[in-house]
């Protein structure tokens, strides 16, 4: 089983940067398609950003393009989310997520394909 603990969030003004990261162990890091969603009080869990295996495909919801960047380390065992240019509406807590199998562009972007997570990281984005 693969576990993952995420780490970097935090309160920001609007406007800044952060970068979170999420370290994976157990299981061989590089087979699983990693993803981050966020959660906001009272709201459904959403797709942020995902990357495959080897970092050939990588896409984001709408909301975040041109200022979420996801990437990956595999011999660290890491991906990780920059974010800049941080909206209000950025709040919300952040999940990694980890998928079994690949991604393509219609695949990987549901809670539901995602079958292990983080614990969560706050970020709070003040206007």
């Known amino acids: 089983q693969v576990q993952l603990v995420e780490s970097g969030g935090g309160l920001v003004q609007a406007g800044g940067s952060l970068r979170l990261s999420c370290t994976a162990s157990?299981?061989?890091?590089?087979?699983?398609?990693m993803g981050w969603f966020r959660q906001a009080p009272g709201k459904e869990r959403e797709f942020v950003a995902a990357?495959?295996?080897?970092?050939?495909?990588?896409r984001y919801v709408d909301s975040v393009k041109g200022r979420f960047t996801i990437s990956r380390d595999n011999a660290k065992n890491t991906v990780y989310l920059q974010m800049s240019s941080l909206k209000p509406e950025d709040t919300a807590l952040y999940y990694c997520?980890?998928?079994?199998?690949?991604?393509?562009?219609?695949?990987?972007?549901?809670?539901?394909?995602?079958?292990?997570w983080g614990q969560g990281t706050q970020v709070t984005v003040s206007s």
């Open positions: 997520a980890a998928r079994e199998g690949t991604m393509s562009s219609q695949r990987s972007f549901q809670p539901y394909e995602y079958g292990y």
């Open positions: 157990g299981r061989t890091f590089s087979s699983y398609t």
């Open positions: 990357i495959s295996r080897r970092a050939r495909l990588i």
